[in-house]
């Protein structure tokens, strides 16, 4: 059984296109009229996971509307060397406050001390 994924962009596309015919009244047979198509053939295309971009244009041109397509940038993909999101990050560093709210004995007034502390054989606990 293979996996099919479904294109979440195209889904929330179509959905808007509904959401615009549902709006101005314009049945799938009034769609499949303009597009000059058959109202299966129509109805089809209203439900695909995959739809080109000229495809979109040509829907959006007869329902008198103009696609129109921007790329932002995704903040939850990641882009460091930790493999971190940025979202994740947020959770992170908000339980770790939560974590030093409950625990009265941390101290987060001061520096961080970065000094390496001797162990009781003179080494600084890291083997080299």
């Known amino acids: 059984m293979k996996y099919k994924s479904k294109n979440t962009y195209s889904?929330?596309?179509l959905q808007r296109i509904k959401d615009i015919m549902h709006k101005?009244?314009?049945s799938v047979a009034e769609?499949?009229?303009?597009?000059k198509s058959t109202h299966s053939a129509t109805s089809s295309?209203?439900?695909?996971?995959?739809?080109?971009?000229?495809?979109?244009?040509?829907i959006c041109s007869v329902l008198g509307y103009r696609l129109d397509i921007d790329i932002i940038k995704d903040n939850n993909?990641?882009?460091?060397?930790?493999?971190?999101t940025p979202m994740q990050l947020q959770?992170?560093?908000?339980?770790?406050?939560?974590?030093?709210q409950a625990d009265s004995?941390?101290?987060?007034?001061?520096?961080?001390?970065t000094s390496?502390?001797?162990?009781?054989n003179g080494k600084d606990g890291k083997d080299i």
């Open 91 to 100: 959770h992170i560093l908000a339980y770790a406050q939560k974590v030093m």
């Open 24 to 26: 101005d009244n314009i």
């Open 116 to 120: 390496v502390s001797a162990d009781s």
């Open 77 to 84: 993909t990641t882009n460091n060397d930790t493999g971190i």
């Open 105 to 113: 004995s941390v101290d987060v007034s001061g520096s961080i001390d």
């Open 45 to 58: 295309l209203l439900r695909q996971d995959n739809i080109s971009i000229n495809k979109l244009q040509d």
């Open 11 to 13: 889904t929330n596309v």
């Open 31 to 35: 769609l499949s009229r303009r597009l």
